[in-house]
């Protein structure tokens, strides 16, 4: 939606690998975002990581310090969650020929 779009918010469809749909909804079930259907928010804890992403992607420099290691099953978990979605997503759009899902 662009700031000059009149409709309003709406759902589109964007075709993404099965492995990253189901990366999206585990990390929601971990809490990476809260609140009622309706009003989710993204919980504050994972909010400085998004605007050091969005500084790196903005052409800045970010550090990141983990200051408590979580649960390491789970961390490794979503580290594999999160390789698997590339190489889906990159056979899914080797196999198509073109850039066909979206991917992380």
Excluded: C, W
């Amino acid at each position: 939606m662009s700031y000059n779009d009149i409709r309003g918010p709406r759902a589109v469809g964007l075709t993404v690998a099965s492995s990253l749909s189901e990366y999206l909804m585990r990390i929601q079930e971990l809490g990476a975002v809260e609140g009622p259907d309706g009003a989710l928010q993204i919980n504050p804890e994972v909010m400085p990581i998004l605007e050091a992403i969005h500084q790196v992607l903005a052409g800045g420099t970010v550090e990141v310090k983990v200051v408590h290691r979580g649960n390491p099953d789970i961390f490794n978990e979503l580290k594999r969650r999160v390789e698997q979605v590339g190489q889906e997503a990159n056979a899914i759009n080797k196999a198509a020929g073109f850039y066909l899902t979206a991917t992380l």
